[in-house]
């Protein structure tokens, strides 16, 4: 089965910092992997995904994600971090095509807190 | 452009009562639609997903079912509400790769 692991709860950034969540993934075939931010008692929102092609992806609000695919990681990374990134982040994968479901499997969330 | 809606934002209902909670897409045809349930804490449960309309697969058993009677409205439903069904459901589209999801509705059971 398809998995993702979010192996830090939290992450604690100075403003104006680099950033870095980390996400590894296990799955039979080629990944499909997206991150989402949810900010509280709100929705999750869609920041980037990687399908296929360049391993550096980018995505809104100035978010990237570099894919490894011999380290089965999917990291996201934030070159200055904003006190308004301070939110909670997944990572996720998906399982199945799409006329079989295409469900998206999450990890577990990395709760990021930038300080100013 | 899509938009997803997702009714009630708060609902506070007693142990033993029925639940319906609604959710409908617009600007799109034919999406794949989902369930998902996020306990106190952080994770995401898939409850239920439906590739098209009377097509419902279900991931966990348990108090819950969800039925799809058009093709953009995608329902959650129980009979008699436990307390362990106390969460935030959320509602979600695809029609490619990546997932929309809609606000939310916080269940509280008391």
């Known amino acids: 089965a398809q998995s993702v692991a979010q192996p830090e709860d939290q992450v604690n950034v100075a403003e104006g910092n680099p950033l870095t969540v980390k996400c590894t993934y296990s799955v039979s075939g080629n990944p499909y992997l997206f991150w989402y931010v949810q900010y509280p008692n709100r929705g999750l929102q869609f920041l980037l995904k990687?399908?296929?092609?360049?391993?550096l992806v980018k995505g809104s609000y100035g978010f990237e994600a570099e894919f490894n695919k011999s380290q089965t990681s999917f990291h996201l990374k934030k070159p200055s971090a904003l006190v308004s990134d301070s939110a909670l982040y997944f990572c996720a994968v998906r399982d199945g095509g799409y006329n079989q479901g295409g469900k998206l499997i999450f990890g577990q969330g990395t709760e990021l807190s930038v300080k100013p | 452009s899509q938009t997803i809606h997702q009714w009630p934002a708060t609902l506070v209902q007693p142990v033993g009562s029925p639940l319906s909670l609604e959710c409908t897409v617009e600007g799109t045809s034919n999406p794949n639609l989902y369930w998902y349930r996020q306990a106190a804490g952080r994770g995401l449960q898939l409850l239920f997903y439906?590739?098209?309309?009377?097509?419902i697969s279900s991931e966990v058993p348990q108090n819950l079912s969800a039925s799809r009677p058009q093709d953009r409205q995608f329902i959650l439903s129980s009979k008699k509400l436990l307390l362990s069904d106390s969460g935030f459901y959320l509602c979600?589209?695809?029609?490619?790769?990546?997932?929309?999801f809609g606000q939310g509705t916080r269940l509280t059971v008391v």
């Open positions: 990687y399908i296929t092609g360049d391993n």
């Open positions: 439906s590739v098209g309309i009377g097509q």
């Open positions: 979600a589209w695809t029609r490619t790769f990546e997932a929309f």
